[in-house]
C-alpha cells in the first residue's frame, strides 16, 4: 500500500510542476493588441465597436 501511495504521490507532483510550468509560460506572454485595445476602451468607458458576424479582426 505504501508503493501505491509514493507512486500516487509522485504522480501528482509531476502533474503540479506541469500545471505550474503552462501557467507560467501563459504569463510571460504579451496580451494581443486586440484585447489591450478593447481593456483601454473600457477603462475609458468608451463602448466597444460592435462586431459584424464572421468577423474575425
Sequence with gaps: ????KDKETRVDDLIDQNLKRVYNSVLSEE??????????????????????EGDNT
Design 1 to 4: 500500500m505504501t508503493d501505491e
Design 31 to 52: 496580451v494581443p493588441d486586440r484585447f489591450a485595445k478593447l481593456l483601454s476602451q473600457l477603462q475609458a468607458g468608451e463602448p466597444a465597436a460592435s462586431r459584424k
